[in-house]
DNA sequence: TTGAAAGCGCTAACAT
DNA sequence: ATGTTAGCGCTTTCAA
């Protein structure tokens, strides 16, 4: 492959000469669009290869309006999350010869819908994907809907404001609130998640319904406030710990915050599992790269990024706008990882 | 701020009209061009931020025959290298209205060279940052260059190939080292970073002088390879632990191993720091979040991230080509991170 | 220092 | 089923 520095680059105007059809032909055939003869296509479609064109991705999108991206929209995610959730967005992208832009915003920002809106309409952005908490905006996801932006989330309240790629929270936390129980714990502690996240209310509630179905009152102090990060989970840690009566299993709702607990019962001595049972949610590496490895929720988020990006695309691929909307939810299954922090046989 | 559904967007036009000017003088100033009055230019300002107009980048790329858009390409980098890297090269991005095209590529793929010189032709890419271990391939950064494609690195041999934005790895582990001799310890042993990165061998080339500087002889089977990953960590340091004489202290290439000894010290009750201390590189958010804290080295990735892509955004903006390539070189303070896992007082 | 005019390569709307 | 004609919003010449 021989290239000049400053070969001129391939135009459809070439590659119509070349297969003597003109420029709109070449254009139906590169865009799949219906109403052109077989033969016709086969002839463009030498031409193309023959000329290795490609069109620029600068014209199609000036005079299509669009861009051929799509956004990801995150505040301030963990890098885990984030990379894993980019890593299956951008897959789905590739596959359909998409390109993604990234935005970070703030959920706090009072100028959030305006700020999305803008950057989507001056970026030509085709579609959005968000990401919590940014996908319990209520506000965010009618502007959205409003303007016919095609959008998609990860996780959310699921009412259906928008096609989204989801865990069961409540049924997951439900469920690691039964193995704590099954392993013999009646003194569970419960860590909340950011208040911000929808996704926190549904994971207490699983909580307090396994507790109270299995008939295990939850003691008074038990419920503390957290905010997924480290910090928070120390604090909620160190006055559950700080407990007359302390509790001997805690179920954090995030990776982080478990460690935190973790951290702070190894600086007591305080002997994680025999003493104290400890759980998280997400699987996030770090769950597996502490002492003793963490007992947690398993949320396929590679996977969910590209279900979502798929149902953005689909959107796109379906009519033009977003008008007949699909308002799909994928569920995707979590599975409990049972690890060392709340083994039972020591 | 009421809009209907299919509002156009702000145009330089636009901008124009409200500042009283030609579209062209809103196209310098847009671009920083030289020769526009002052006053001029801030009546333009501010009609842009009036207007809250941003460049549409598909017209820009058409009529300038570029993209506007830089490449970041990396191989499976760690989610908080990555995290924080991308956060600073967006935040760089952003300030000069360039967009970021992220590309995941394989370090071993025999077409790498081909593929990204092609990805950078097909989508007019202006410029790419390269990450390790991509920065340490030679033929990668010729092509480049060959092509004419204006590029920085992160981190690298630092041998001038292209501008660099990094640390002085191997001061950063002989200082890291002396840290250890100094606290008393004699048996330090040493698990090397994964051999496709240059970073590693300037890593072990550090630990290697400190020792020999102060005189403390590295025993044998005190020299560990290791892959940067939380396995081999492991790996390696059941081997170290499992030694006759084990050592009192080691020193992994990265803060990954470094949980992985720490892990493994745990598992057999072995005390850090008592029995054992332990030091790592890269200060990521594990090294805080494992008890002990971990001693590590911080680099700020995210600032090296901003740097690299101003380098890029630089030479874009001095010549359109990369022809009188400056290779500068930005080297950035690491830091030591003293913490819980090498205290000395217990 | 500023502006007017001419495209960049493509798609949309309307022919035929 | 295929072609013609206008732009899309910007930068580039070149002129003033």
New binding site residues.
Partial sequence: MVKGNHM??????D??KKA?????????V??R?????A???EKVEAAIKELN????Q???G????RSYMIGLLYDNPSPNYLANLQSGVLEACHEKDYGLALNPVSFHDPDLVETVVHWVRQSSIDGVILTPPLTDSIPLLEALSQQNIPSAVISSRGTGDAPAALIDEEEAAYEMTRHLIISGHRDIAFIKGHPDHYASGLREKGFLRAMESEGVPVAPGFMEQGYFDFASGQEAASRLLDLPKRPTAIFASNDDMAAAVIFEAHSRKIDVPGELAVAGFDDTPLSRQIWPGLTTVRQPIRAMGHQAAGLVLDTLAAG?GADEERKDVIQVDFELMIRGSTATSR
Same sequence: chains 1, 2.
Wanted: glycine share 2%; proline share 5%; net charge positive.
């Fill in positions: 001129r680059a391939v135009t459809i105007d590659v119509a003597g059809v003109s420029i709109k032909t070449v254009s139906r590169v865009n669009e219906p109403n052109v003869r033969a016709t296509k064109y490609r069109p620029n600068s014209a199609r000036l005079a299509a309006r033009k």
